[in-house]
């Protein structure tokens, strides 16, 4: 079984910071793709950011130049540094993952629980 755990969401003022983590562990050989999404009230999910196992990172053109993805695959973990935050970054943000299962060694998508952001003053 595996389990992603975010954390670090939580209320901010616009033009303020914060920085989300998302932990995997469990029965995981090797994880491919991490990432970050988003889903605000009646909107559907977007994509935030994405990282591969490499480094390559991919962005939404609303987020580019403030958010930062990042990654330490020794500890199966995944960062999103948000700078610069907007009310219309305001959403749960969801951690995923395509990782394999060392027991079946098939390929999963993996989501969190989602962590709520809110930019207001």
């Known amino acids: 079984q595996v389990q992603l755990v975010e954390s670090g969401g939580g209320l901010v003022q616009p033009g303020g910071s914060l920085r989300l983590s998302c932990a995997a562990s469990?029965?995981?050989?090797?994880?491919?793709?991490m990432g970050w999404y988003r889903q605000a009230p009646e909107k559907e999910r977007d994509l935030v950011a994405t990282?591969?196992?490499?480094?390559?990172?991919n962005y939404a053109d609303s987020v580019k130049g403030r958010f930062t993805i990042s990654r330490d695959n020794a500890k199966n973990t995944v960062y999103l540094q948000m700078n610069s935050l907007k009310p219309d970054d305001t959403a749960v943000y969801y951690c995923?993952?395509?990782?394999?299962?060392?027991?079946?060694?098939?390929?999963?998508?993996?989501w969190g629980q989602g962590t709520q952001v809110t930019v207001s003053s």
């Open positions: 995923n993952a395509a990782f394999r299962d060392r027991l079946s060694n098939r390929i999963y998508d993996g």
């Open positions: 469990g029965t995981i050989s090797s994880i491919n793709a």
């Open positions: 990282i591969t196992s490499g480094g390559s990172t």
